[in-house]
């Protein structure tokens, strides 16, 4: 990232906001030093030069009180504003990231959700230093200093020309020791991410692990994760402490050389006192910001980092753009029009085509990789197909306003979002009658698990439904989608993973459904829901020939699998759009 990067200011309202209010109390705070070095000498030289007393300079006393309060009121407002700048600013990136990376589409996020992931969290609370000490140093470098020199200029003209020569070699050095924070930043933050990643995976099978008695073996995994942070977290720390020692060394001596040449000429008479104290104090004033701004963007460079990589994000072209042309009225029906998607070595799906009429039960059946999760993606406008296309009353769904779209659509992944809280609390967080409640719950079934609860409906329930079985959060999960009103059901194989008593719970839920009038689009493998559905689309993949094979191998072409579309449930923004 540049010194000051427009991409932060276009993508961070806050941030604009703070670099004006920060160029303004620069502004302010060079006035005042340059006032309060003026009236230091204006108290001093005539002591020195004069023998004046104390009632002589006690105005300027008063003066210089004054002075210090200001500089010291600025530091306050500095401090303050900088600190809600920075967390506005941090809000506002990750919100922008967290909704950018959720239209990116499942196939991106199969690759890059968990780097995100660990991006929108730990990666960007590393910009605060940015903020909080950098950007101000920056607007005092462009404030402070010119306008010192310029009295310095005015004063004595070779006094100013010794810092203008000596000014360029803190840039030089900043630039070369930067090149080498920002390598070190950079390692730091793909460690971050690599080490997240392998966290998550950790995580994700740690009830596997248990099962199996091994939960004690990742132990060393963990350790090892930890020691690679420390190292690469040290690394970068040792080079920032390189740096400032540097600048320090290169700023105390070129305040030296202009010390030294004021005090040769005060010794010959060449220049008289009162104008030697200015020049002495003005000058630590002229390095002291850009030295401040040197070791404050080495201090900050991880987050430099994880600006560049969310900027890298925001600037990534969306996968399926924004429509605009508004919903179909009525009860249109939803055509699978001849729908086509590039998957590694096939079409998947190939060739699917389909009606689903308003109020039906439409399944998709066919093998495993065959296409059919990747057919709900293109139906919800997450993913664009190749060729084809899920039409709406005649219009293609990647040209519909996305939050009309998303408007009409539940959608239940095989794992339901479940986030910690009572049952009620995730069955209808935005509340609900109990007559509606109990009814749905009984419809779904869910009324049982309800009833072996001694605290019922506010039963508490941990996050991605810690101390539910597999069957009661699906039953959680249907009990919340017949509350819901979106006319159009998406299920991703909900009766996967059940027994025949739990899947005659799930059936029965979905008879409400369509009992309601509702249209359910469902991915289904056994046979008990393909036989009550009133369309069955039977999904195939076909394998590419020779020619595609290179054609896509060029294109890098992944998968979209159902594991794919669980990543924008880590990520949350998504469940803002469908609701689960």
């Known amino acids: 990232m540049k010194p000051l990067d427009p991409r932060l200011m276009h993508y961070a309202s806050a941030a604009r906001t703070w670099i004006?209010?920060?160029?303004?109390l620069g502004i302010v705070q060079a006035g005042a030093i340059i006032a309060q070095s003026i009236t230091i000498s204006s108290v001093i030289s005539p002591v020195i030069a004069d023998g004046a007393g104390l009632s002589d300079v006690?105005?300027?006393?008063?003066?210089?009180?004054?002075?210090?309060?200001?500089?010291?009121?600025?530091?306050?407002?500095?401090?303050?504003?900088?600190?809600?700048?920075a967390q506005a600013a941090t809000r506002q990136l990750r919100r922008r990231l967290l909704s950018h990376a959720s239209r990116l589409g499942p196939r991106w996020m199969a690759a890059k959700g968990a780097d995100t992931a660990t991006l929108a969290t730990r990666g960007l609370d590393d910009l605060e230093p940015y903020f909080v000490d950098y950007l101000p140093q920056l607007m005092l470098?462009?404030?402070?200093?010119?306008?010192a020199l310029v009295v310095m200029v005015v004063l004595d003209w070779i006094s100013a020309l010794v810092a203008v020569i000596t000014i360029p070699l803190i840039p030089l050095f900043m630039i070369l020791i930067g090149r080498l924070t920002q390598t070190?930043?950079?390692?730091?933050?793909a460690a971050m991410q690599r080490q997240g990643r392998q966290l998550l995976d950790l995580i994700a099978g740690l009830p596997t692990l248990k099962a199996l008695g091994r939960e004690k073996g990742p132990e060393r995994e963990i350790t090892s994760i930890g020691r690679v942070y420390v190292s690469t977290t040290m690394a970068t720390l040792r080079i920032a402490f390189l740096s400032g020692a540097v600048l320090e060394f290169i700023a105390t001596l070129s305040v030296a050389l202009v010390a030294v040449e004021v005090g040769m000429r005060l010794v010959y008479g060449?220049?008289?006192?009162?104008?030697?104290?200015?020049?002495?104090?003005?000058a630590p004033e002229v390095y002291q910001p850009i030295r401040e701004v040197g070791k404050q963007f080495h201090a900050s460079a991880n987050g430099v980092a994880a600006a560049n990589a969310t900027f890298d994000v925001l600037d990534t072209e969306v996968s399926v753009p924004e429509g605009s042309r508004p919903l179909p009225a009525g009860d249109a029906e939803i055509v699978f029009d001849?729908?086509?998607?590039?998957?590694?070595?096939?079409?998947?799906?190939?060739?699917?085509?389909?009606?689903?009429?308003?109020?039906?039960l439409c399944v998709l059946a066919g093998e495993s990789g065959a296409g059919k999760t990747t057919a709900l993606m293109v139906a919800l406008a997450r993913l664009a197909p190749d060729r084809g296309a899920v039409r709406v009353g005649g219009i293609d769904v990647r040209d519909i306003d996305r939050t009309a779209w998303y408007s009409q659509v539940t959608w239940l992944p095989q794992s339901p979002v479940i986030f910690p809280g009572s049952l009620r609390d995730n069955v209808a967080p935005e509340g609900a009658d109990g007559s509606g409640l109990a009814a749905a719950a009984h419809a779904s079934g869910f009324d049982e698990v309800v009833a072996?609860?001694?605290?019922?409906?506010?039963?508490?329930?941990?996050a991605g439904?810690?101390?539910?079985?597999?069957?009661?959060?699906?039953?959680?999960?249907?009990?919340?989608?017949?509350?819901?009103?979106?006319?159009?059901?998406?299920?991703?194989?909900?009766?996967?993973?059940?027994?025949?008593?739990?899947?005659?719970?799930?059936?029965?839920?979905?008879?409400?459904l369509l009992a309601q009038g509702r249209t359910v689009i469902a991915i289904a493998h056994r046979p008990a829901l393909i036989a009550r559905a009133d369309v069955v689309l039977h999904v195939h993949s076909q394998p590419f020939t020779a020619e595609e094979s290179r054609h896509h191998a060029d294109q890098g072409v992944e998968p979209a699998s159902a594991s794919d579309i669980e990543l924008p449930t880590l990520l949350g923004e998504f469940a803002t759009e469908v609701r689960y």
Do not use: C, F, N
Not at 452 to 461: I, L
């Open 58 to 85: 006690v105005g300027g006393l008063w003066m210089l009180a004054e002075i210090g309060v200001v500089r010291v009121l600025l530091t306050l407002i500095r401090q303050t504003q900088a600190h809600k700048a």
């Open 465 to 512: 439904g810690v101390g539910l079985s597999v069957g009661q959060r699906q039953r959680l999960a249907l009990t919340r989608v017949i509350l819901s009103d979106e006319p159009i059901v998406v299920l991703d194989e909900p009766t996967a993973h059940l027994d025949a008593t739990l899947e005659t719970h799930v059936l029965a839920a979905i008879d409400e």
């Open 270 to 282: 060449m220049i008289d006192l009162h104008t030697g104290l200015i020049l002495i104090m003005l």
């Open 452 to 462: 072996e609860r001694a605290e019922g409906w506010e039963s508490p329930v941990g």
């Open 184 to 189: 070190y930043s950079d390692r730091r933050l």
């Open 338 to 360: 001849d729908v086509w998607v590039a998957a590694r070595g096939a079409w998947a799906p190939a060739g699917l085509s389909g009606r689903v009429p308003r109020g039906s």
């Open 20 to 24: 004006v209010l920060t160029a303004v």
């Open 141 to 147: 470098a462009v404030t402070v200093t010119p306008l």
